[in-house]
């Protein structure tokens, strides 16, 4: 395959072998999913990209951010758990979930805390009146 820019010239079929015909198929598909993806906005900007790599390294900053993005976001989850209490005026479930959404963001950034340790970070967080 010869390549003139972001853009590779494909080889007649014939001369294609089965490696380059797969990459070629496994790229169309990348686009397709990244495309749906996409908002209609972000759809017109990244259409004229040839390659799904292009495309990833484009958006990826921009959904993830920098590695000093990143950061912060996980520290500001990690102060959020450390801060997590229940309300006098908050049921079980209401605190459950806000701490559901502490603990997969955490786990999307590749921070995993034992199933021992959020079980014993749920029962302190209870309120008071919870104690036994």
Request: aromatic letters at 8%; proline letters at 4%.
């Amino acid at each position: 395959m010869k390549q003139e820019g972001d853009r590779k010239i494909p080889k007649v079929k014939n001369e294609m072998i089965d490696e380059e015909q797969r990459n070629l198929q496994v790229n169309g598909k990348a686009l397709h999913m990244l495309f749906c993806a996409l908002g209609p906005d972000m759809y017109s900007k990244m259409s004229s990209c040839m390659s799904a790599k292009k495309v990833w390294d484009t958006i990826e900053p921009t959904y993830e951010g920098t590695n000093d993005v990143k950061e912060t976001k996980i520290g500001l989850i990690n102060l959020s758990y450390k801060n997590l209490k229940m309300q006098p005026d908050e049921n079980v479930m209401k605190m459950f979930d806000q701490f559901s959404v502490i603990v997969n963001g955490l786990k999307g950034f590749g921070e995993v805390i034992p199933e021992d340790k959020l079980v014993r970070k749920i029962l302190y967080s209870l309120a008071e009146s919870w104690d036994v």
